[in-house]
Each structure stands twice: as C-alpha cells, then as structure tokens.
C-alpha cells in the first residue's frame, strides 16, 4: 500500500515536471482540446442528422425531399467540419509532441555535457543513450498521443452516451450494460499478454545476446571448431523461444476477434431491440405497459448502430493506452533521472594571470570507493617546465592520477596548486584550459578533419590548422585522404590509431596550453608512426610542465622527475638516477621491463 | 521467396486451416448487414413481427459466436505457424552463420549478421502471422463489401466502389509521400545517437578542452533537424484519417440524396440503406488494414533480401578429402604464395616462400599492415591463398578435413574474444575433456594462475567478451586457451601486446619449455622475438629478410631500425 502511494506521488511529480515542459506550447494545448472537442461534437452529430434523412424516406411515393435535402445537406456540413478539426486536431498534438521531444533532449543532452566524469565512467554508454534518443520518444508517444486518445476518447463516450439517452433511454441502457462485457474481456486478455510477453522479452533477450557474442566472436568459434556446440546453444534457446512465443501472440492476436465479438453481441441487441420499438411504435408512441416513450424509427436505429460502434472503439482502445502510459512514465522517470544528475562544479573566483606551470600537491587523498582507500597522503612538487615520467606495472593508477589533475574527480582531502592557486579555488573551464591532453585512446568526433583539430580552438584560420598538422607531422596523411582536411572522420575507417593519435597532438597544438598531459601507446602502432608521435611529443613539450605517461627509455631517462606506481599509489619519486641508486621498486621495474 | 517454403512444411495444415477459417469469419461478418436488412424490411415494415425480429437476432447471435471460434481457430494457428517459421529460419541461418569462413564474415560484418539473425528474421515472421490473419480477411472484406453493395443496388454499388477506390488513392499518396522522409527520419536520429555517444565516449575531451556549448550547439542543431522532418511527416500523415473520412462520408450523403429518389420509386428500402451505410464504413477499416500489409510487407521483404543474402553465401573453403598429416615433415611450408582480400591483385602478400621445422620457434615482425597476421591466419585455413601452396606437416591444407587440420593448431589472434561462462568454460574450448590439473597448467603457462586464484578459481564468471578482466588478463585467458589442448603448432598473433614486458618474457619462457610445439609469435616487439630460432621480417606483404637476430640486425635495414626505434635509449 506504502509502495503503491510513493509510486502515485511519484508520478504526480513526473505529471507536474512534465507540465512544466509544456507550458512554453500553452497555444497547441488549447487548440488540441478545442478542435478534439469540435471533431466530436460534428462526428457525432452526423448520424443523427443521416438517421433523420432516412426517416424521411417512409417508402415509395413518400419522401419528403426538401426534409431529406436538408438532413443531407446538414449531414455533409458536419462531416466536413469534422474533418478539418480532426486535421487541425493533428498538426496540434504532432508541433505539441515534436517540439516537447526536441526540448526534453536537449536538456538531457546539456546535463550530458555536464555530469561528473564519474556518471560517465559508471554507466554503461548504450543506456544512457537510450535514455537520451529513445525513452524521450516513447514517452512523449505514450503521454501525448496516449493523452489525446484518452480525451477524445472519454469525449466520444460521453457525447454518445448523452444522445442515446435522449433518444431512447432503454437501449441506451441496455448498451451501457453489456460495456462492462467488452472492457472486462479486453483487460483480461491484456494482462495475459503483459506477462506472457514480458516472458518473451527475457528469452528473446538471451537469444540476442547469444547471437550477439557468438557471431561477434565467429572467428574464434571457427578457430576451436566450435560451431556445432554454439548452434545447439542457439537452437536449444529458440526452442524456447518458440514454446512461449507462440502463446504469447496467440494471447495478443486474441484482442481483435473477442472485441469483434462483443460488438457483435452488442449490435445484435441493439438491432433486435430497436426492431422490436419500431414495430411496437409503429404510426405513434411507443408504449410499453406503463411507460410512454416518443416513438422509435427506423433511422433512429441507423442511429444507435452507428453509435454504439463508435463507443464501443474508444473503449476497447483505453486499456492499449493504460499500458502505453505506463511505459510512458517508466521511460520519464529515466529521461529524468538523467536530467536531474548532478553536475561538476565549475564555480570559484581565484584568477592565474600568466600561468609559469607550477604545480604542487599536498597531502591528497582520493579513492574510488570510500571502502577501498587508493591514493593516501600524497605530496608532489613540479617546477616550471619540467617533464614528469609515471611509471609502473600495467593497472598501477597512472590513470588516477590524470583524473586528479584534470580535476575529472574531485579530492577527498588535501590540495591541488597552481603556481600556488588552489586548483579547486579557480572556476572549472578556466583551470582545465591550463592543460592539453593526449590520451592513448584517441578520441575524434564524426566531423571533418579541420573541425577536430580545431576542436579547442573554434576561431583558429583554416591557415593555423594546417600549421599545427604539419607541426604535428599529420599533414602528409591528411592531404592523402579522400576530401583532405574536409574528410569527415567515421568511427573505423579511414585513419590507423597512430594516425589518430596525431591528430589529437595537432588539437592540442593549435590550442596552446600552457601544461601538458600526454600518454604514450603501449602497441598496435607502426615503427614509422611511432617515431613521428615521438617526435611530435618531445616538440610539444618543450618549455612546458608535462605529466607523461611512459613506455619508453627515451621518456624516462630525460624526465625532471619519475613517479613510480604500484597498487594505485605513488611509491617512489626522483630522478632515474636517485631511483636506480635506492635499488627498491624502480630498479626492479626498470631492470625486467625497460632494460634487455 | 520459394526458398523459405520448407521451414512451413510440417505446419502444412495450420497453414491451410487457419486462412480458411479467418475466411468463414469475415464471410458472415458480411452477411450480418444483410440480416440486419432483413430484420428491418420483413421484420418491421412487412410483417411488423416480434418474433421474426427475434429470429432475426438469433441468427445475428449464432453468426458472431461461429465467427468468433473460426476466428480463435485461426489466430491460433497464425501464431504457431509464424512462430515456428521464424524458429526454422533463425536456426537455419544461424547454423549457415556457422559454415561461413572469415573472408565471408568480413564481407557480411557481424553486426550485421546479428541484426539479420534477430531483427530481419522477426520482420518475416511477423509478415507469416499476418499473411494467414489478414491477407484473407481484409481485401476479401473490402472487396465483398463492393459486390453486395452491387447486389443490393447496382448503381449505388459502383458509387460506393468509386468512393473505397478513393480510400485506396489516399492511402497509396500519403505513404508515397511520407516514405523518404522516414528514411530521414532514420538518418537524423542516428546522428543524435552519434553525437550523444561521443559526447560518452570523450566526455574527458569534452571536459578538458571545455567545449560543453561548442556540444550543446552540436546537438541542437541535430535536434532542429530532426524536429523539422517529424514535422513534415506529422503534417502529410495527419491527412490521412480526415480525407479517408470525408471521402467515405461525402459517399455516404451521395447514397442518401440518391437513396431518397429510388425509395420515391419504390426501388429501395429503408433496410438496405441502413446495409449499405454498414458496408461503406467496413470498406474504410478493411482498407486502412490494407495499408499497413503493405507497409508491413515491404519492410517484411527488404529482410527477407537481407536474409537471403545471407543463405547465398557459401563458404570459400571447401572441405579437403582427409589427408593425414606427417609429423616427419617441416610444421609449415609457404610455397610462393601470395594471398589478396579482394580476390584482386593488389595483393596483401606477395610470393612468400618460407618453411618452419617442426618443433621451432619463429618470429614474424613487421609494421601494421605488412601483411603478419594475413601470413598466419592462411595457415589453419582461415583463408585460402590466391595463388601459390601451403603446406602443413607435409600436406596441402586443401588436403586436411578442415576441423582435423585446425586441431593441430592453437591460436591466439588478435583481440581475440572470450565468452560468457566460466575461467573453466572457455579453457575447454581448447579441450573439451580438459582435466583440473591441464587446465591449472594451462593457467600456469600463461602466468594467469595468480589472478585467477585471486579471483577465486577457474570457476568464477567470465562477463561477456571477458568485460570483468583487464586488457592483458584477458590476452593471458585466450593464451591458456590456446596452449591446453597441446597443439602441434601455437600461433601467437601479437597477443602480448597488453602484457608488461616482464610478464611478456615469462610467457614466452614458459612457452617454450613445452614439449614438441611448433611455435609462431608475431609481434610489433623486437624484443619478443629477439631470441626465436628464425625471424621473419615482413614489409608491403613481402619477406624484407630471415635469419637469427644477430644476422638480421646486421644486413636488414628495416630490422634494425625496428629493434633501434624500440631501445634506442639503451644504447
């Protein structure tokens, strides 16, 4: 019970958010109801003024035409004017609909920009995309189209409820008894539907992911002669896939046909009971026993049957909308819950005016989870312009220490300065413009080349870019793609990831900054490559403080200063050759990893 | 389309059955107007009978409920036929997935082939369940609905067949129109897709460059676009209800106005209007129906073109007549071979002639696409040369049943994959009847034994593509899956990389104190192959020089320019 009220309150919440979002298209709403509410009105009225027409039509030699002419006349009035608020009707919810899809992504998209590295790092990509592009579509799918449904729907049900009363109260009540029939037959064959399709959902997921990983990993299938245990694997869930997919679409091909069939059920009374008036009320009232009712025609008939369609679709429709409501608001709970993500904190007042690239930190702690302490009580000092080296085993933290001086995590205690500014003292943007980075894993985007190195530099001269390519030793390549500098970079073609990494030295050349933190590759490149980007690298870092990440004899021995890690934490400090004279970690590391 | 015929054979009966009941259904779901007539003409104006007016109600009752079972009968049917077409086809193509061989899998990309296993093969099965629901009922209504208008009237009748083929004009503009711009549709939101998945995967580029409005400006832009095509869309389809509306229901008022001269005349009653109003409003539900079997079916046969692609695929390597193999003989032997992906002659290798004695250690090196991993992957045949010979222990692989001739192999490729399961589950792989002390030594040759204890053992899970494992963890696992089954040839394909050097060295160490194994390293590493029996250095898809390394480094230039780029510091 508990349960079931936060989730009300819950939704209250999500209904007030969402009004919110509406508010700025105050004029769609308002239109929407109206020209629903006129839809309604001129559909229904139609039938009556057809069923007078025909009661004008008594049999041969007895038709009044000026009466017939009017009801017909009368008749296509309506139909056109309802058909031109049904279009009116659409374009309100659809600018309704699309516009609202269009604001609740970009303010998803802007939190995206925003969140902590850590949201980032901790949920997985394809979700949060989802969250982004499809649960804002389902949701403004569910609860507008959903919502127009439901208000044209009640409208509908209402309007003809009230006519066939004033037409013949018997009937009409008759009608509004066996409606109960058809909705009680429509909900029990969606709740059986619900679970016998959230049960195929869950095996059609296990076959998909096993279709997934095996064919993503044929090659190794092929190479263990593994391909007749994984087909009787896939073969083995398809089987049971079949055994409820059957079922679950026979439940859910059930909803037609029933509802059909309660129609017909309902028809056949009306028209036998209708019949039964008009006999009864032939020429005058119609009487029955103690009652007097005005009396019933044949056209009032044409009436009730065409109504009593008309009400009964709406009605059969309200469970498909419940169901699309629901998903509705699962899916806006998601899309806010990215929205309602807290974001970095990029405030402060504290000012470098030239930055000389002084870096000290003191006492710092930081660990990813609070349980497990990582970085204790550290302490670093960095003059001007000097290289600093990390080195240690492969996982040792290196990348800790870069989240930290890019401020990507925030210290748990102790200080970060710049030229003895409190890093956390200076706003956000302005402090990470102080450092380039080059990060092993390359990161481009899907634009053009130019557009990527000047990435950080949105005012940089067609000129400038080039300069900073072929300073960085990627214009040769460059010119030998398909559109040169206008290529637009896909996600796998095109560039090899030495190539890659090029480009993202040329990006942080062009910007300038006055430290530097670079990440040397491990493999996967070429000789060649590998000597431009080492090249390119010592270029780069001339005159500026650098943290590099190091692979290399040539990176270490020069450095200013060597940060041994091991177990996330910083173990040893100094030059090679202080470290080399202690003959504790770094000696050992060095004499199995870098010498031969 | 014949082709898929056979994956219904055993549901012969449900596949005759089922359409023929759906088909008694909408046949007296016609008829119901006709009574309904009946009851008002006889019923009330003739005979002004209750009780034939009851009569009348009875056969409308008995016709809905014998409708309602023929058409249970028939869903029921649909789903089983469709869902068990879709089941035969799935495995079918899974299992042709499985004869395919890597110069295929390239050509087809896997996540191509996933989308056609799962998706397209949803589509053609949804097409089968409405193939046997639909196709029968509704034109059959439609067109029904036409003649026994004609019966009733025959002039109305061409009026009220005039307005169902206006119906079908609007039906047919409106999806012609709508259809590129959903193919935009498609378009833009897989931008927004992109440019919010770049905005994951460098959120720290983002951060560190500081560009969140340089993004923000991005992503509004897409989302403009996107806006602006739904809109185009939204207001073509909102046509559709109210025209298909209006057209009806003007045909409606025309039937009245002509109705009132041919009741003057006594040519028409009061019944058959009612029934031909009926018959008016089920065309337009028979007709939107339609609709959407077309739009149904056209994606239903783009799939079944996607999935057809796939089955007339056949795989390039044909089996070999079982030739056994030598052991006496050199493990490999290249006899002027060359080898291009394209099947073009811009080749990838180039009359390579190279032979590896039994039980050796080589090294190939070379830079990135010199053609290494191509060399290695032509020697389990998982492609075949274009022209020249390769022998393995004396034979041709052409010679080899496939599967016999990849046992003697281990390999470890690059980036190769590890699957859900267990440590244990993908180590038998290598051997399926691998006892705990193999697998332990298996571990302990590729110095994974320490974090696997750590882990708990080689029964703890292994997420999917071995996501719960570093880099080098992970290249280790795929080591010790290649070494358990004790193959006669080990090919490690640049699987060190993520590997310290340390660690590097204790594998390859560990390696080579196997017994009997022929062993291939390649490597971007000069240090890895430093001490191999042999070296091949590869460059452009040719041998650039062979030796020891001592020879090599002093008369192959590329050699040493490798080995100085990666220790110059040393010297």
Known sequence: MKKRNEKKALRKGIVRRLLGYVRPYKGYVVGAALFSVLYVGFTLVGPVLYGFAIDNMVGAGQVDFAAVYRMVGGFALCVLLAALSQKLLGNCVNSLCYKLVRDLRREAFEKLTDVRIRYVDSHAQGDVIARVVNDVDILSDGLLQGAAQLFTGVMTIAVTLVVMFVINYIIALVVVVLTPLSLFVASSITKRTFKSFSMQVKVQGRLAAHAKEMIGGQKTVILFNEEEESCRRFEKIDAELYEIGWRAQYFSALTNPSTRFVNAVITAFVCVLGAVFCVLSRGGDLVLGALTLSGFTVGMLSVFLSYTNQYTKPLNEISGVVTQLQNAFASAARVFEVIDEEGERRGGSAHIERVRGEIRIEDACFSYDPARPLIEHFHLDVKAGSKVAIVGPTGCGKTTLINLLMRFYDLRSGAIYVDGVNAADIPLDEYRKLFGMVLQESFLAGETVAWNIAYGREDASRGQIEAAAKAAYCDFFIRNLPDGYDTVLTSNANLSQGERQLLCIARVMLADPPMLILDEATSNIDTMTEMRIQKAFRKIMQGRTSFIVAHRLSTILDADVILVMNDGSVIEQGTHAELMEKRGFYYNLYNSQFAR | ?571
């Open chain 2, 1 to 571: 389309m014949k082709r898929y015929f056979p994956y219904l054979k055993e549901y012969k009966w449900q596949c005759i059955l089922g359409p023929l009941s759906k088909w008694i259904e909408a046949a007296l779901e016609l008829l119901v107007p006709l009574v309904m007539a009946n009851i008002i003409d006889v019923g009330v104006a003739e005979r002004a009978s209750i009780g034939y007016v009851l009569a009348g109600g009875g056969v409308m009752l008995a016709m809905g409920a014998v409708g309602f079972v023929c058409a249970l009968f028939c869903q029921r049917s649909a789903s089983i036929v469709s869902q068990g077409f879709g089941t035969n086809v799935r495995n079918a193509l899974f299992r042709h997935i499985n004869t395919l061989s890597y110069r295929e899998l390239d050509k087809l990309g896997a996540s191509s082939l996933v989308t056609r296993t799962v998706n397209d093969v949803n589509q053609m099965q949804s097409a089968v369940a409405m193939i046997i629901r639909l196709v029968v009922r509704a034109p059959f209504i439609a067109v029904g609905s036409v003649v026994l208008c004609l019966v009733i009237d025959w002039q109305i009748g061409l009026l009220v067949a005039a307005a169902s083929v206006g119906v079908g004009v609007v039906l047919w503009l409106i999806m012609h129109k709508t259809v590129p711009y959903y193919a935009k549709n498609q378009q833009k939101l897989d931008r927004l897709t992109q440019i919010a998945g770049e905005n994951l995967e460098g959120a720290r580029v983002v951060r560190a460059f500081s560009t969140r409005e340089k993004e923000r400006a991005r992503f509004d832009g897409a989302a403009q676009d996107m806006l602006d095509n739904s809109l185009k869309i939204g207001k073509i389809s909102a046509f559709l209800n109210p025209l298909t509306y209006a057209i009806v229901n003007f045909g409606v008022a025309l039937i009245l106005l002509w109705s009132g001269f041919k009741v003057n005349a006594g040519a028409l009653t009061g019944g058959e209007i009612v029934a031909l109003i009926n018959y008016m409003a089920q065309i337009l539900n028979a007709m939107i129906v339609i609709s959407n079997l077309v739009s149904l079916f056209t994606k239903a046969h783009a799939s079944m073109n996607r999935v057809s692609e796939v089955f007339d695929t056949r795989s390039s390597i044909a089996d070999g007549a079982g030739a056994q193999c030598d052991l006496s003989a050199p493990a490999v032997r290249l006899e002027n071979v060359s080898f291009s992906y394209a099947g073009t002659k811009q080749y990838s290798l180039e009359n390579i002639s190279l032979t590896v004695p039994r039980g050796a250690t080589v090294g190939i090196i070379g830079g990135t696409g010199s053609g290494k991993s191509t060399l290695v992957n032509l020697l389990p045949r998982l492609y075949d040369a274009s022209e020249g010979k390769v022998e393995i222990f004396g034979r041709d692989v052409r010679d080899y049943a496939v599967r016999d001739l990849r046992f003697l192999f281990g390999m470890v490729p690059q980036n190769a994959a590890l699957f859900s399961g267990t440590v244990r589950s993908n180590l038998l792989w290598g051997k399926a009847d691998a006892t705990d002390e193999e697998i332990a030594a298996a571990l302990r040759v590729a110095c994974a034994d320490g974090f696997v204890a750590e882990k708990g053992g080689p029964d703890q899970p292994v997420a999917e593509s071995g996501r719960n494992f570093s880099g080098g963890q992970r290249q280790r696992l795929t080591i010790a899956r290649a070494v358990i089954g004790r193959p006669a040839i080990l090919i490690l394909d640049d699987s060190c990389s993520a590997l310290d050097f340390a660690t590097d060295a204790k594998v390859r160490a560990n390696i080579a104190s196997l017994e009997g194994v022929t062993t291939i390293i390649v490597s971007q590493r000069a240090s890895s192959i430093r001490g191999a029996d042999a070296i091949f250095v590869l460059e452009d898809g040719r041998v650039a020089g062979a030796g020891r390394h001592e020879e090599l480094y002093r008369t192959c230039g590329l050699y040493r320019e490798i080995c100085d780029s990666q220790e110059r510091a040393a010297q």
